[in-house]
Nanobody, 112 residues
Framework: QVQLVESGGGLVQPGGSLSLSCVASGRALRDYSVNWFRQAPGKEREFVAA????????YYTDSVKGRFTISGDNAENPVYLQMNSLQPEDTGVYYC?????WGKGTLVTVSS
């Protein structure tokens, strides 16, 4: 059984920063990319960022490019999402996803 646990969410003012982490446990998750999604209130879940197995490639949705950085090289170690210059539109529940497995999410609120 695979478990994903996200942490690091919280309340931050616009322009602030947060660092989220995703820790996976359970069976081996070799060759899977690690993905971050988010869901804002009243909106559908959307892709935010991903890192390929081994860390060679990273991917970002356009709205976070230059502000968010995903780091980590595989699902067997923590994967981080560094979020800088946060804006109110970044508010939402952030989920880590690996393969078909999802965490329960961590809430990020950007508000003054």
């Amino acid at each position: 059984q695979v478990q994903l646990v996200e942490s690091g969410g919280g309340l931050v003012q616009p322009g602030g920063s947060l660092s989220l982490s995703c820790v996976a446990s359970g069976r081996a998750l070799r060759d899977y990319s690690v993905n971050w999604f988010r869901q804002a209130p009243g909106k559908e879940r959307e892709f935010v960022a991903a890192v390929s197995w081994g860390g060679a490639s990273t991917y970002y949705t356009d709205s976070v490019k230059g502000r968010f950085t995903i780091s980590g090289d595989n699902a067997e170690n923590p994967v981080y999402l560094q979020m800088n210059s946060l804006q109110p539109e970044d508010t939402g529940v952030y989920y880590c996803a690996i393969g078909v497995h999802w965490g329960k999410g961590t809430l990020v609120t950007v508000s003054s």
